[in-house]
């Protein structure tokens, strides 16, 4: 009995079929096709490659030197801290949160006294020198989750996240006592106070809200020689 015979691959023809096509597709794709063009279209190609890398790069130096300024636009040069814009958008942030998470944030002012001795006896270098000082000494004196700024010409604000209006009360006064010591670094002769006031960000209020709220408690606790608060515990 004879044996069916053996068919080899290479002799299997499926009718209908032309491989040419996706063989030049395959070329097309790893961009061996270009080869094939003029020698003007591939100068205008390459050209064009060119011109989108430079615009690529272009847009990233761009976007880093948006990001700087914006940090530039964001900080009071001075004490480093950030500025009053800075903190005024941090209280909305917190006001965000605090609308979708249940969590209370307060806010606090606190007024330094001492400055204008400090500039009357050691100019403005020396005024300066204190502010670097005091910006210094809010900064580590903070969590990572809070922020502090430079709110006015003796005034600092911080925004402390996540806490109750004991926790303001105890970080504040820890602040204040920091602030206190800094007489110590600071040349001879030179007094630093301070008084403050602490505002619990309530739902519904505003940035400006809560500012005036604690302008106005500090300055009946000038009235009243002591730190005031406002808000739920």
């Known amino acids: 009995m004879s044996s069916a015979p053996v068919l080899k691959p290479q002799n299997l023809v499926v009718s209908g079929y032309d491989p040419r096509p996706i ?12 080869a094939d063009l003029p020698v003007e279209q591939r100068s205008l190609v390459m050209r064009l490659s060119e011109e989108v890398a430079a615009l690529r ?14 940090v530039e636009a964001a900080e009071e040069p001075i004490s480093g801290l950030f500025n009053r814009r800075a903190f005024i958008r941090e ?3 917190a006001i965000a949160f605090q609308t979708r998470y249940p969590m209370t944030c307060g806010i606090a002012l ?29 900064r580590t004196g903070i969590r990572s989750c809070d922020v502090t700024a430079r709110t006015g010409n003796e005034q600092f604000a911080v925004v402390l996240w996540n806490s109750t209006t004991a ?22 002769g030179a007094s630093l106070a301070t008084r403050s006031a602490v505002v619990m960000i309530e739902p519904g209020a505003t940035a400006d809200q809560v500012i005036a709220t604690a302008d106005r408690l500090l300055l009946e606790g000038m009235a009243c020689g002591q730190a005031m608060m406002s808000g739920r515990s």
């Open 110 to 138: 606190i007024d330094v006294d001492g400055m204008d001795a400090i500039r009357d006896a050691q100019g403005q270098s020396g005024l300066n020198r204190a502010l670097r000082l005091i910006g210094e000494t809010l």
């Open 167 to 188: 926790d303001c009360g105890h970080r504040v006064l820890g602040l204040q006592r920091a602030i206190a010591g800094l007489e110590d670094v600071l040349e001879a």
């Open 23 to 34: 063989a030049r597709r395959r070329e097309s794709e790893d961009g061996g096709g270009s």
């Open 91 to 93: 209280i909305e942030r």
């Open 57 to 70: 790069r272009a847009l990233d130096a761009s976007q880093h030197r948006i990001a700087a300024l914006e």
